[in-house]
């Protein structure tokens, strides 16, 4: 199975499954001297962590180990080795699906490529094996800190419940991330009429990048913004990315949707901070499509391994939506490309000093 890797300079290998001992990431190309505990990493996993109000019932502690690349407190420039083990796991919830495909889940997929597939909560193909990302977009956090970039993410949209940004210091302040306090509420109250009902929702997560510096990304092949929606679009409940106007600016005037350039930057910011591949010293804005969770308590139709038709009602420990806990997982895929591109032999002005 390849494709565990993310990154060319800045490189991140995750590993682990649902229900195996433990998952984690071997980060590769990381700057020395930079200043890493496991305490900066936990607080990123808190955010995305199980068992809390309006998650899953799965109680992970989720608890870091740094193995490797730290000594004295600072990066070293060798791999970095990070470890999250699995407490709380209950296969025994699995094993009547294990011979029957799940709807909306990788089940049927992953078998007709590799001739397998892991049936303890999906192996590999669970949103469990985010926690790794999460864990290593924390360490991308600190190089880029030093950088002065820095990479924020909230709810703007929970099922039917749509909101603008109205105070990003809200993000922390309530279960569902949203930097609107009063969308917040509404959110937090359409996920519990979810549960009761016993199905799912989606919503859009949005990302901003602030203090990127002009000049990170390629203009063909290698755009900042086709590698951001790439990164984004490799977790496995979003099926959507849009760059500042996004979807927008198809009925937008184009001299409404130009960014005018001005002393200071530009006058807007249309383009979400991208231009030719390239980025404009402008703040990165990326909105993200969640899916709902394909576990839902409702009765569904699907087929068994030999073709045989039935139905099946997900039961065990599922969320009601990815959202909350996707967020901190959209910021950190952010982040690791963002670290990534700093580390490339452009802009001409790098900031970066080994």
Same mark, same amino acid.
């Given at each position: 199975?390849?494709?565990?890797?993310?990154?060319?300079?800045?490189?991140?290998?995750?590993?682990?499954?649902?229900?195996?001992?433990?998952?984690?990431?071997?980060?590769?190309?990381?700057?020395?001297?930079?200043?890493?505990?496991?305490?900066?990493?936990?607080?990123?996993?808190?955010?995305?962590?199980?068992?809390?109000?309006?998650?899953?019932?799965?109680?992970?502690?989720?608890?870091?180990?740094?193995?490797?690349?730290?000594?004295?407190?600072?990066?070293?420039?060798?791999?970095?080795?990070?470890?999250?083990?699995?407490?709380?796991?209950?296969?025994?919830?699995?094993?009547?699906?294990?011979?029957?495909?799940?709807?909306?889940?990788?089940?049927?997929?992953?078998?007709?490529?590799?001739?397998?597939?892991?049936?303890?909560?999906? $192996?590999?193909? !669970?949103?469990?094996?985010? %926690?790794?990302? *999460? =864990?290593? @977009?924390?360490? &991308?956090?600190?190089?880029?800190?030093?950088?002065?970039?820095?990479?924020?993410?909230?709810?703007?949209?929970?099922?039917?419940?749509?909101?603008?940004?109205?105070?990003?210091?809200?993000?922390?302040?309530?279960?569902?991330?949203?930097?609107?306090?009063?969308?917040?509420?509404?959110?937090?109250?359409?996920?519990?009429?979810?549960?009761? $009902?016993?199905? !799912?929702?989606?919503?859009? %997560?949005?990302? *901003? =990048?602030? @203090?990127?510096? &002009?000049?990170?990304?390629?203009?063909?092949?290698?755009?900042?913004?086709?590698?951001?929606?790439?990164?984004?679009?490799?977790?496995?409940?979003?099926?959507?990315?849009?760059?500042?106007?996004?979807?927008?600016?198809?009925?937008?005037?184009?001299?409404?949707?130009?960014?005018?350039?001005?002393?200071?930057?530009?006058?807007?910011?249309?383009?979400?901070?991208?231009?030719?591949?390239?980025?404009?010293?402008?703040?990165?804005?990326?909105?993200?499509?969640?899916?709902?969770?394909?576990?839902?308590?409702?009765?569904?139709?699907?087929?068994?391994?030999?073709?045989?038709?039935?139905?099946?009602?997900?039961?065990?420990?599922?969320?009601?939506?990815?959202?909350?806990?996707?967020?901190?997982?959209?910021?950190?895929?952010?982040?690791?490309?963002?670290?990534?591109?700093?580390?490339?032999?452009?802009?001409?002005?790098?900031?970066?000093?080994?």
């Amino acid at each position: 199975m390849a494709g565990n890797s993310f990154g060319r300079i800045f490189r991140v290998m995750t590993w682990g499954e649902s229900h195996g001992p433990a998952l984690g990431a071997v980060i590769d190309g990381c700057p020395p001297g930079i200043a890493l505990s496991e305490a900066d990493i936990q607080t990123d996993l808190e955010r995305r962590r199980p068992g809390k109000k309006l998650t899953t019932a799965r109680k992970e502690p989720d608890r870091v180990r740094i193995l490797s690349g730290v000594f004295e407190g600072l990066t070293t420039g060798t791999p970095i080795s990070l470890m999250i083990e699995n407490t709380d796991v209950r296969s025994r919830d699995y094993e009547a699906l294990k011979d029957l495909y799940r709807p909306g889940h990788a089940d049927r997929t992953y078998e007709q490529k590799y001739g397998l597939r892991d049936w303890r909560g999906g $192996g590999r193909s !669970s949103g469990r094996e985010t %926690v790794a990302r *999460v =864990a290593a @977009g924390a360490v &991308a956090r600190k190089f880029l800190a030093r950088e002065g970039i820095h990479v924020r993410a909230g709810t703007i949209a929970l099922g039917t419940v749509r909101c603008e940004p109205t105070d990003w210091q809200e993000v922390l302040n309530n279960p569902v991330f949203c930097p609107n306090p009063e969308a917040a509420k509404a959110m937090e109250e359409h996920l519990k009429e979810m549960k009761a $009902g016993g199905d !799912s929702i989606g919503g859009v %997560v949005l990302v *901003v =990048a602030s @203090g990127c510096p &002009a000049g990170l990304g390629e203009p063909v092949f290698d755009k900042l913004d086709a590698r951001l929606a790439s990164a984004l679009m490799s977790i496995g409940a979003v099926k959507g990315v849009e760059i500042g106007a996004g979807f927008r600016a198809a009925s937008m005037l184009g001299s409404l949707h130009n960014d005018p350039p001005t002393a200071q930057g530009y006058a807007s910011n249309n383009a979400g901070g991208v231009l030719g591949g390239i980025s404009t010293g402008m703040d990165l804005v990326v909105k993200v499509a969640v899916k709902p969770i394909p576990s839902v308590a409702v009765p569904q139709k699907t087929v068994t391994r030999d073709g045989s038709e039935t139905t099946v009602r997900m039961e065990g420990r599922h969320d009601v939506s990815a959202i909350p806990r996707i967020v901190p997982v959209c910021e950190a895929m952010v982040l690791l490309t963002l670290a990534d591109f700093m580390l490339h032999p452009y802009p001409y002005r790098l900031r970066y000093h080994p």
